[in-house]
């Protein structure tokens, strides 16, 4: 199958301001590998370099050394985001733009026709339920709407990968199943999602495919049987793997 | 190009939403009106006088426009986080950049235009003159200067976090070079010895804005500078403009932005 995303020997330093204080090696030769179809759970608990891992995919950090692509692109050339939607942890748009606004001003971005650009907003605003809202100011909306807002503009493209990072954390719940919903959605036509996570029971029911993460290292990698083989469930595996130990005694 | 339109066009967007750019704007309307209403004019030194005082302020105006709206760019983008799913889309750092600059730029010349529109009628209405080459010789001079202006803003912009201090430099350095800038070379050959070469090197290496400055032909009605002179001075402001945008794509190139 298709590798549409990959790490090879990725390593980030984080420089330190202070020259006097060391760099903070937050991802330590990370090899990754998402194929196309799969829902991929990348899990890891805080600190593990999830966040990082992201921000080189999507080009906010170069990586100190090692190499990432998207559809086989180096991800410093721009043109390796054309096919991916990607939706932050926390969301903020530009307030002084309507909703309609801001999803016309990405469709320019992406290079959308005219018609193209109307027929996916009014889907868009459909889906997330923010036709009502769509002429007005971003700054006037409540928060779970700026979250549907976040959601929308991650989709104006059509996206064949959709990246999110720990979606889950800042949604209030009605966003949250939106999120479910569209995950499945996107799985059902054949598309790839790669989300970072460390809420285990949501994984494990809606991903096929999950890597784990630790200290900036990749411990484990495969389908969710494969990972819980030999254990309870998902979330006892994974505390194995980053090496948990009860302190409890019992 | 489109996406750096299209970054542009928020750009504007923003700021014609914004109030503080309507305050400025209707001021500098207002008070060129106010002053050109003034019912004393029969005397020549006095309509000068007032025509210079009008000229000042829309330097000012429009200087103050350029820099305040420039200095905010891109530490907004960062502090709002809206620079994350920007980036996340297929658009370089230098078009977000060149975007950047466009819409500072674009902004800047519809207020320039509106600006000189007024002082037009107001002097057109009282002296019953309309040299309009002169004034768009003028306003087109001033627009290309406050391109390097906007450039060396967008510059120190990514190097300086808080655009209260971009604010401020800039304001000194373009402040300063406008008043002393021409006169270094003079000033220099009174100084003694190292002094000398080190302002005469500065006076070579800056970018002469004080060159753009055609306020005395509005006022003196001194006719327009002859085109050559004008081409020569648009390629040399479009040189200082590519030179500080490339640096600051440099700068902004490299940067670890971390959500
Ligand atoms: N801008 C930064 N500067 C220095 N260190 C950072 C920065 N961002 C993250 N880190 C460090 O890198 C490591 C990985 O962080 P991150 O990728 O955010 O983890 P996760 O998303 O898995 O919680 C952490 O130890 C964190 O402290
Ligand atoms: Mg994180």
Redesign the interface.
């Known amino acids: 199958m298709n590798v549409i995303l990959k790490t090879e020997k990725l390593r980030v330093e984080?420089?330190n301001r202070d020259f006097r204080q060391q760099s903070k090696v937050a991802l330590v030769g990370l090899d990754l590998e998402v194929h196309a179809g799969e829902i991929f759970g990348f899990l890891g608990p805080n600190g593990a370099g999830k966040?990082?891992t992201?921000?080189v995919l999507?080009?906010?950090?170069?990586p100190t050394s090692g190499a990432a692509s998207l559809f086989g692109i180096d991800v410093r050339q721009?043109?390796?985001?054309?096919r991916?939607g990607?939706l932050?942890?926390?969301?903020?748009?530009?307030?002084?733009?309507t909703a309609e606004?801001l999803l016309r001003?990405?469709a320019?971005?992406?290079?959308l026709t005219r018609a193209e650009t109307d027929k996916r907003i009014a889907q868009l605003l459909k889906l997330v339920e923010l036709e009502h809202a769509a002429k007005r100011?971003i700054k006037g909306y409540s928060k779970g709407m700026q979250q549907r807002v976040?959601i929308a503009?991650?989709l104006i493209?059509n996206p064949d990968l959709l990246?999110l990072?720990e979606p889950t954390s800042g949604l209030d719940p009605l966003g949250r199943m939106k999120v479910r919903e569209i995950i499945q959605r996107l799985k059902d036509e054949g598309k790839t999602v790669f989300f970072s996570s460390h809420e285990l029971g949501e994984v494990e029911a809606i991903c096929d495919h999950v890597a784990i993460v630790h200290e900036g290292q990749l411990k484990a990698t495969g389908t969710v049987a494969e990972i819980s083989a030999g254990h309870t469930n998902l979330e006892q595996s994974f505390l194995k793997i980053v090496g948990y130990q009860t302190t409890l005694v019992p | 190009m489109n996406k750096i339109f299209a970054v542009a066009g928020v750009v504007i967007k923003e700021l014609y939403r914004r109030k503080d750019f309507y305050v400025l704007f209707v001021l500098t309307a207002v008070l060129t009106l106010a002053a050109g209403a003034v019912n004393f004019f029969h005397d020549e030194k006095i309509i000068r006088y007032v025509k210079d005082l009008c000229l000042l302020l829309i330097w000012v105006s429009a200087l103050l426009v350029a820099i305040i709206t420039t200095a905010r760019q891109i530490p907004a983008e960062r502090e709002a986080r809206t620079i994350f799913p920007l980036l996340a889309k297929p658009v370089s750092r230098a078009q977000v950049i060149a975007g950047k600059f466009l819409g500072c730029w674009l902004a800047t010349g519809v207020a320039l235009f509106i600006f000189y529109f007024f002082f037009a009628i107001i002097t057109g209405s009282r002296e019953h003159i309309w040299p309009v080459g002169v004034y768009l010789e003028a306003a087109w001079m001033q627009w290309a200067m406050l391109a390097i202006v906007i450039a060396m803003v967008l510059l120190g912009s990514i190097y300086f976090a808080a655009p209260s201090s971009t604010n401020v430099i800039s304001f000194i350095v373009v402040a300063g070079i406008l008043l002393v800038g021409g006169h270094l070379n003079a000033i220099a050959l009174s100084q003694p010895e190292p002094m000398q070469t080190v302002l005469a090197w500065v006076y070579f290496v800056i970018p002469h804005l004080e060159w753009y400055d055609l306020r005395d032909f509005v006022v003196y009605d001194l006719g327009t500078v002859p085109a050559r002179a004008v081409a020569l001075a648009t390629l040399y402001a479009a040189v200082w403009t590519g030179i500080f945008l490339l640096l600051a794509w440099f700068g902004f190139r490299r940067k670890n932005l971390t959500t």
């Open positions: 984080y420089r966040t990082t992201m921000n999507l080009g906010f950090v170069p721009p043109i390796a985001r054309q991916i990607y932050p942890e926390l969301t903020y748009y530009y307030k002084f733009l606004e001003f990405y320019k971005i992406f290079g100011p976040g503009q991650s493209n990246i990072d």
